[in-house]
């Protein structure tokens, strides 16, 4: 069978570990990408990251080596965005995660891109119907067919972990907005997300 690539968005969280998981079982070439925008958490998630990937090397095949990117014309207009942990809205934050995807993957003549966005947040940028519309553009602009994937569109986090969990490094595993001295502050929202999905387990 013919290996496929793709270019994995990727942060060091459970969704996007259990992609590369996911993508792993099907005889795909991962390219893990991190894409930065200047926020104040990046430095330790970044740490993390590639601690996550250290740890898969050695049993997930066709992984390649994470790359980075950053997004420069965002980087210091949004530096601490979002101001307060109630709202975590980063204004079209998939459009560009996933454009920037796409022009990496350009460059290495891969025409595919995965997101581990669940769908559970309602902002407007985080449908299916916007990733569709997405596809079609970023093809246009290309002129090649563009693909943006979404497998765990729909499901919940403990569901990821409960696939997932047994084949991923989850004590490594991080997200945070609001970190202290390099460990998850515990309290921010996506503290109590991953909090909330092992308790329910």
Not at 109 to 115: E, K, T
Not at 120 to 147: A, H, V
């Amino acid at each position: 069978m013919k290996k496929e690539k793709i270019v994995v968005l990727f942060s060091g969280g459970v969704e996007s570990t259990a992609l590369l998981i996911h993508y792993a079982s099907k005889n795909n070439i991962l390219y893990p990408l991190y894409v930065r925008f200047g926020y104040s958490w990046e430095d330790e998630e970044l740490k993390r990251a590639k601690n996550v990937l250290f740890y898969l090397k050695k049993s997930v095949k066709n992984l390649r080596n994470l790359a980075t990117v950053k997004v420069k014309s965002l980087s210091k207009r949004l530096k601490g965005f979002p101001s307060t942990e109630k709202e975590l809205e980063i204004p079209m934050r998939n459009l560009l995660l996933c454009s920037q995807a796409a022009i990496y993957g350009y460059r290495k003549g891969i025409f595919r891109c995965a997101i581990g966005s669940l769908g559970m947040y309602p902002f407007p940028d985080n449908k299916r119907e916007y990733f569709d519309k997405l596809e079609e553009l970023i093809s246009q602009g290309l002129n090649k067919t563009f693909t943006i994937e979404t497998p765990f569109f729909g499901m919940k986090k403990e569901e990821i972990i409960r696939l997932y969990g047994n084949l991923m490094p989850l004590h490594l595993t991080f997200s945070c907005i609001k970190p202290i001295k390099g460990k998850p502050c515990g309290k921010c929202i996506k503290c109590r997300e991953r909090e909330e999905a092992l308790r329910l387990l």
